[in-house]
């Protein structure tokens, strides 16, 4: 099982949208078994899959509970290929309770509980919260790869560097697998601001930058409402065709 955590300190730069993308299409389109992690307290990715709740086991049990068999906390989805770990507003509170005791590790509680269901899945892909704390670093610590969503916009660029040196913080001291595969620009417009950015970024030699940029596209507010993948919901939209060229791009990458 190869792990990507979808991480930005920033909210609204699509990493929502960009981890049910990827897991949608690693799923329907490249035939790979995928779990999908919530690490936001906000749940978006769990309503999105239809398995938000308050009366189920979820990500903060994960982090909190002794000895828990991890399948507890998974739930099946309508994608044959897809589980998520759904995340709610218990988090706030899982979070600190995993703070207050350090009667036992604190960073690789995630990872140890993923570790029994890596034979099950190809891929997991974690959504974040926009910050970092007990739970994201639990992401980092438990994963190979980070993807970076990026919205062009005058702050856009904010938080970058804080969140590179936290990627190499845990890769030196806890995860040597870890890597940034790369920063991915969202909701890019033809405008001459969004060209701007994402040429400067794609300048910036200490971040690898995918080429495909994912459109802004209308159909994707719809798609939300609709609780459907932008894949599934328009095909032919932008954002559709661009997340598939982007997982195809990431899928290469892996290769080299
Ligand atoms: N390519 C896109 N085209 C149009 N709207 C988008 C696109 N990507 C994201 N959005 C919208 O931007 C908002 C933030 O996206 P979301 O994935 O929830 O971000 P985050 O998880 O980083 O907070 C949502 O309303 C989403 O529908
Ligand atoms: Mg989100």
Not at 13 to 42: I, P
Not at 76 to 100: C, F, G, H, S, W
Not at 203 to 218: G, L, N
Request: proline residues 4%.
């Amino acid at each position: 099982m190869k792990t990507i955590s979808i991480i930005n300190l920033k909210g609204g730069v699509a990493k929502t949208l960009t981890a049910g993308s990827m897991a949608h299409v690693l799923a329907v389109f490249h035939n790979k078994r995928v779990l999908l992690v919530d690490n936001d307290k906000q749940g978006n990715t769990s309503k999105a899959f239809g398995v938000h709740s308050y009366d189920e086991k979820s990500i903060s049990d994960i982090l909190t509970a002794r000895r828990i068999d991890p399948h507890e906390a998974i739930k099946k989805t309508r994608y044959e290929n897809i589980d998520v770990m759904p995340a709610n507003m218990t988090l706030i509170r899982a979070n600190l309770e995993v703070m207050m005791d350090s009667t036992r590790p604190q960073q690789t509680r995630l990872r140890a509980a993923l570790d029994p269901v890596a034979g099950e899945y190809d891929y997991c892909v974690i959504d974040n919260a926009p910050d970092i704390n007990i739970s994201t670093i639990n992401a980092l610590v438990a994963s190979d790869d980070v993807v970076i969503p990026i919205k062009i916009d005058e702050y856009a660029f904010d938080g970058l560097l804080e969140l590179k040196e936290q990627i190499e913080n845990t890769r030196d001291d806890l995860n040597p697998r870890l890597r940034l595969a790369g920063c991915l620009i969202t909701c890019f417009q033809r405008t001459d601001a969004d060209r701007q950015g994402e040429e400067w970024l794609k300048s910036q030699p200490q971040y690898p930058v995918f080429e495909t940029h994912i459109r802004y596209s209308e159909k994707v507010t719809e798609s939300t409402f609709a609780k459907t993948p932008i894949v599934e919901y328009s095909r032919r939209s932008g954002a559709a065709m661009d997340y598939i060229t982007f997982v195809r791009e990431y899928l290469g990458r892996g290769k080299q």
